[in-house]
């Protein structure tokens, strides 16, 4: 199957770590994924924030794009997936919507029918490739150790489809796919504050604290997320939410896909492993003792 | 189309929506569930069920010009959740516009400035750029505060993960086009 790739702003730059790994395990899977050609912002929850026609047009151009190029677009990012899935979903349930973003896309002379179909990375890494697969292609299986899968607000909702809403297991049956434990974690669908805890961090380190507090309970060596921006908080801020409630927490947070590379045979560099804020080296060690040192 | 007396967002695309969304909030039965879900809930001055009775009760200034809308992070645990199917994120969204039209951000809410900034950098780029997202940003809101950011950004500037160059779209007409056109259908920026 053909996928156009629409990586988002944040793979170059915060989630480069996220972009290396996609890149050797979608390499080592053998899947073919074709950038989509000059995208743009999807505007992310900013753009909403501030005008949704833009919000509605940016997307709409993407997908225009992707509509020339042919194939599902699949997205690794949980922001810019929610955004595109919701320009799709107003375009079928507003005519009116539809009529006035295909006149704006015209005045660039390009044209979407609504025909394409946005999908997430891990949408795509579980039910096209599926677990069998995945599993065929584990040469170190993470055995002993335990990952509590942290999915966020947007993988899943408002109808992220491939997953629960609310007690979603996708990443659970990825992680037990690699030879990896599946902690419990009540917090794994819950916020992490998202833009707040760049902007009121007096409220949203309290939300990551229980994040961190809940994996802990649960005996996580480390938390997988598959959004940049909940991968950013949970890492950026962990050292400041230490020093806000006297807490010492020192998970790593790794992208899904690092973790798959982990189990695929993937050197850490080519993972972007080295480029974690928070030392992944002891994660790194485990799972390549083949559970010796668990 | 107007809702106990007040019209919603103005804007040509947003006139469809509006339609929708008003229609909805009428049918809110006040079960409160979204205020209990919402993860910044107890922080709003209008939680989730009281913005509404706010906005059907005609006192949608109150809301407007308080800390709810830009409290809101977009969980969607309240659309989730909600007894009616009300799209309570949306609606949230709805307001933060609103309160950016008509004059009612505040330097203290700083997730607006937040917005703004990166609508401002995507309208001129076609993409976001991080490093001058947050080094405009943090000028804007806490010039002295920011110092303190400074260590967090350098280690990422080692690690690759925040890169000076900006990327901008290659098809500059195309964009720029498309853009010019969502102004003149209604759009603000």
């Known amino acids: 199957m053909k996928y156009v790739y629409f990586p988002g702003c944040t793979q170059t730059a915060t989630a480069h770590p996220y972009q290396d790994s996609i890149d050797a395990v979608v390499k080592a899977l053998g899947l073919e994924f074709q950038e989509l050609e000059d995208w743009n912002c999807c505007g992310a929850t900013a753009a909403l924030n501030v005008d949704v026609t833009l919000s509605l047009v940016l997307s709409g151009r993407n997908l225009a794009h992707a509509q020339k190029q042919g194939g599902n677009l699949v997205t690794p990012c949980s922001g810019c997936y ?201 994660l790194v060690q485990t799972a390549t003792s083949g559970g010796k040192n668990a | 189309m107007t809702i106990s007396g007040r019209v919603l967002e103005a804007g040509s695309i947003t006139q469809v929506l509006e339609r929708s969304l008003g229609k909805e909030l009428t049918t809110c039965i006040q079960c409160g569930v979204c205020s209990g879900s919402c993860p910044f809930g107890q922080a709003m001055a209008y939680p989730p069920q009281r913005a509404i009775a706010a906005i059907k009760a005609g006192q949608m200034e109150r809301v407007l010009a308080s800390n709810t809308p830009w409290y809101c992070s977009a969980c969607y645990l309240c659309t989730a959740r909600c007894s009616m199917n009300i799209p309570v994120t949306d609606i949230m969204y709805m307001l933060k516009r609103m309160a950016l039209r008509e004059g009612h951000a505040r330097a203290d809410l700083k997730t607006s400035n937040l917005s703004t900034t990166m609508v401002d950098i995507i309208r001129k780029n076609g993409r976001n750029h991080e490093l001058s997202l947050l080094v405009r940003h943090n000028l804007r809101t806490n010039p002295i505060g920011q110092v303190k950011m400074a260590p967090l950004g350098l280690k990422l500037v080692r690690k690759g993960r925040l890169p000076f160059k900006a990327e901008k779209v290659e098809k500059r007409q195309e964009f720029q086009a498309v853009m010019d056109k969502t102004k003149s259908l209604g759009g603000s920026r």
Do not use: W
Request: negative net charge.
């Open chain 1, 82 to 282: 929610a955004v595109l899935r919701k320009t799709n979903d107003y375009f079928h349930e507003f005519p009116d919507v539809r009529e006035k973003v295909q006149e704006t896309l015209a005045a660039g002379n390009l044209n979407y029918d609504g025909s394409v179909k946005v999908r997430h990375l891990l949408d795509v890494l579980i039910n096209d490739v599926g677990l069998e697969a995945i599993g065929k292609a584990v040469t170190h299986p993470l055995k002993g150790i335990k990952v509590a899968s942290y999915y966020g607000c947007q993988l899943t909702r408002p109808a992220g489809g491939f997953d629960d809403p609310e007690v979603p297991e996708t990443l659970d049956n990825l992680v037990k796919a690699l030879g990896a434990e599946p902690v419990p974690f009540p917090m794994a669908a819950q916020c992490c504050g998202a833009m707040l805890a760049a902007t009121h961090p007096e409220l949203a380190y309290g939300l990551i604290r229980r994040i961190f507090a809940s994996a802990h309970a649960g005996g996580a060596q480390c938390i997988i997320t598959a959004c940049p921006l909940c991968q950013n908080n949970l890492e950026f801020f962990q050292g400041d939410v230490n020093a806000m409630f006297g807490t010492n927490f020192k998970t790593p947070i790794v992208y899904f896909t690092q973790l798959m590379g982990l189990a695929m045979g993937i050197s850490p560099h080519e993972l972007g492993l080295d480029r974690s804020l928070i030392p992944t080296s002891e």
